[in-house]
């Protein structure tokens, strides 16, 4: 290649460094005549060390700037239709290999579970071609129209489609709005199974009928998928209000800055676009990403992922509507059917998240969920609660591990999952997705090892069409939480981190390993007592745990609950009364996994949750009993003013009682009215608590519901396997 090949900007590029070189040069010149003079020759050098750093750094940085040069050159200066993209797209197009995948994942659901039963139709706009058969092979499509209006780029398509030997790709170099199969009277309205749309909708002069145009394609079951370039409006876009949504506003600099810089080449940004996009169609998926443009984090180019499909693809909302025979409202959570049928709830593969506004201050405040796992032991649960297959339960999702377990040991007809912090319900729901489309060996490696190298491409690949919008841009955005331990990420992470290097400080790792492999119960308890507990009651581990930042952030106790049982007992004497009975209790070999887990960061196969032995996992996989999950975004008060009189037979809300102040009680009082609302006659509800007598126990009995205490801890003396509260209490309503 000569110099007169280089692109204009290229050549410009090299300017700066030719004439710093030289310079350079002149520098060590005038040192060596100078050198006698001090001041001169200090000053030369100084310059010849800054010289040869800038020549070093435009060495080093050329290869990253090239491309960026490149492509403003292809922008603003080169004829198109020369194939600068084929360099570029790479770094420049970001997303469209995602979006390709997902689009895959998305159709290899669809033909699985018999909702297609012939091959797809695929009209792709943009290209995308030889990428997609990575992931869904081009001879499993009945056609694939490629449509572009370059006819330069089109000549190139067909060469490369010809030496692949794929025969059912027709290469069209025609309008996208109104293309047609030449030589044919076969319409393709309404038969299309996959639009794709590669940074080709911001190019588009007219734009309305080419959106409309794919709209009479799709089949009824069809999918759109579109990756491109785009900036947000000054407010929130309509779509925010009826599709999940995260990080779609740009500053604005940003979304000035690429308006006006993508217009110089006839590339339109304006958010009209992706709106009347979002209106036309149902929203499957949405991502917000920026490319770090040249320089990570301070130059942004904002690009989105959306997946779409038909309106006409309205779930069956007569499976979420269960009315008593005293009201007519939607029991399953939300008291609008309005929402649902316009909402991402109806579009989703996996019926299980109820819609919710992500912007509101009171889920914004989560950036991660707090347990990374279930905290309370479902057997003892299991022994009161009495489920039967009639039962509806309404329990808070934490992890969701004891809503998996009350599944798999007693399949209720129905189970309301509520949180207030999204992220717990987002895991809750990748393990759903998980147990759906998984095999055992990839889930145990993400829940019980907590570890999965390829969680990602499960994630695009397998995972996605199970999960909603909601989830899915946050496990996407998340997705290095399995790439060490998972069971140290969220806040509850920070104490296994603690507890980690205290055990690692203190050389107690052999000890730990002998433990919780120990054969006997009285094994296991010599250790205990002779070298792991003396460690963990040390002075500094007793002052840590009195101070309530550590107890919130790390082990997720508010200061309520810290000072319920501060009434009752010391700091010391709690964790004291907690861990002491446990090493008696049973062993962490084969039954202890709570504990396994905070000691190890992961499970074992012989001690772990139900869910996670190879026996539940296939059950829950097969049995439908996942059908019966509800995951609700919101508080409690508000999923249960959302409910039918007389809907619930079973309410599990853990400790959750215990966070609210005993002085402002008003909201706890109003739940408790609700509960004994919702409730069928003889309903229970089921709580723990950090203090032996909860002073909330009085507000049940002010609502005629019978309390009655089910286990109280006494020193020496294990409740459950975990022994962390003080005390289990059942109210009954009449």
């Not at 509101?360 to 707090?370: G, K, P």
């Not at 299991?382 to 808070?396: A, G, K, M, P, Q």
């Not at 998972?486 to 052999?510: C, H, N």
């Not at 962490?588 to 992961?602: I, V």
């Amino acid at each position: 290649m000569t110099m007169s090949h280089l692109p204009l900007l290229l050549r410009l590029a090299l300017v700066p460094i030719a004439m710093i070189s030289i310079y350079t040069i002149q520098l060590q010149t005038q040192a060596l005549n100078l050198f006698t003079n001090e001041v001169y020759s200090q000053w030369l050098f100084v310059c010849l060390y800054i010289g040869s750093g800038i020549s070093f750094f435009w060495f080093i940085a050329w290869k990253q700037i090239q491309i960026p040069l490149k492509f403003m050159y292809s922008c603003f200066f080169k004829p198109l239709g020369d194939h600068v993209y084929d360099s570029t797209r790479g770094l420049l197009l970001r997303g469209r290999k995602t979006m390709l995948k997902l689009c895959a994942a998305q159709i290899k659901e669809q033909i699985d579970s018999g909702l297609v039963t012939r091959k797809p139709i695929w009209i792709d706009l943009g290209g995308g071609t030889e990428v997609m058969n990575d992931y869904f092979p081009i001879d499993q499509f009945e056609k694939v129209i490629l449509v572009d209006l370059t006819p330069s780029l089109c000549e190139v398509a067909i060469e490369r489609f010809k030496q692949k030997g794929w025969k059912n790709v027709i290469v069209l170099c025609q309008d996208a709005s109104s293309f047609q199969l030449p030589g044919s009277e076969d319409t393709l309205e309404g038969r299309v199974g996959l639009v794709t749309v590669s940074y080709a909708l911001s190019m588009m002069d007219h734009f309305y009928p080419v959106v409309d145009r794919i709209q009479s394609l799709l089949s009824p079951e069809g999918i759109i998928g579109v990756v491109d370039f785009y900036v947000s409006g000054k407010s929130r876009a309509p779509a925010e209000g009826w599709s999940p949504q995260q990080n779609r506003q740009c500053n604005w600099f940003t979304r000035h800055f690429w308006h006006i810089w993508f217009e110089l080449d006839h590339i339109q940004l304006i958010p009209g676009r992706r709106d009347y996009l979002e209106y036309k169609f149902g929203t499957i998926k949405s991502l917000n990403r920026r490319n770090h443009f040249i320089i990570p984090y301070l130059i942004q180019m904002p690009y989105y992922i959306w997946l779409g499909c038909s309106n006409a693809r309205q779930g069956d909302l007569s499976s979420l509507i269960e009315i008593s025979e005293d009201t007519d409202s939607v029991t399953s959570g939300r008291s609008s059917v309005i929402s649902l049928a316009r909402g991402s709830f109806s579009f989703q593969n996996k019926q299980w998240r109820l819609d919710y506004n992500p912007h509101l201050a009171c889920h914004t405040q989560f950036r991660s969920y707090i347990y990374a796992f279930t905290w309370e032991d479902p057997r003892v649960d299991l022994e009161y609660l009495d489920i039967s297959n009639d039962d509806v339960l309404f329990l808070i999702t934490s992890a969701g591990d004891n809503a998996l377990e009350y599944a798999l040991k007693a399949q209720p007809k129905r189970i309301h999952c509520v949180d207030m912090n999204p992220c717990q319900n987002h895991l809750l729901e990748l393990k759903l997705a998980g147990i759906t489309c998984l095999e055992y060996q990839d889930f145990w490696r993400m829940f019980g090892a907590g570890f999965h190298p390829k969680f990602s491409t499960l994630l695009h690949e397998k995972i996605s069409p199970h999960l909603s919008s909601y989830a899915f841009q946050y496990w996407s955005h998340n997705s290095n939480r399995f790439d060490h331990k998972f069971y140290k990420t969220g806040y509850s992470g920070l104490a296994l981190s603690i507890l980690e290097w205290w055990i690692r400080m203190q050389g107690l790792e052999d000890a730990v390993n002998n433990m919780v492999s120990s054969n006997t119960i009285e094994e296991q308890k010599m250790i205990w007592d002779n070298k792991i507990r003396p460690a963990i009651f040390s002075p500094m581990i007793q002052k840590v745990l009195h101070n309530p930042m550590f107890m919130w952030n790390a082990l997720g106790v508010p200061i309520n609950q810290m000072n319920m049982f501060l009434n009752e007992c010391t700091c010391q004497e709690y964790i004291e009364n907690t861990l002491d009975p446990i090493p008696s209790y049973s062993l962490f070999k084969n039954d202890q996994y709570f504990y396994y887990l905070c000691l190890k960061q992961c499970y074992s196969p012989t001690s772990c949750p139900s869910y996670l032995t190879k026996e539940g996992f296939n059950f829950l996989k097969t049995s439908g009993v996942l059908d019966a999950f509800r995951l609700h975004t919101e508080s409690i008060l508000e999923a249960l003013r959302s409910m039918s009189s007389n809907y619930l037979t079973r309410l599990v809300v853990m400790d959750h009682m215990d966070w609210f102040d005993p002085n402002a009680y008003q909201e706890l009082e109003n739940e408790i009215i609700e509960m004994k609302r919702v409730l069928q006659s003889g309903g229970q509800v089921y709580w723990r608590s950090a203090g032996t007598k909860p002073w909330y126990n009085s507000l049940f009995s002010k609502y005629e519901f019978v309390v009655e205490p089910l286990s109280i801890r006494r020193p020496g003396y294990a409740i459950d396997r975990v022994n962390m509260y003080a005390s289990l209490y059942r109210a009954t309503k009449p």
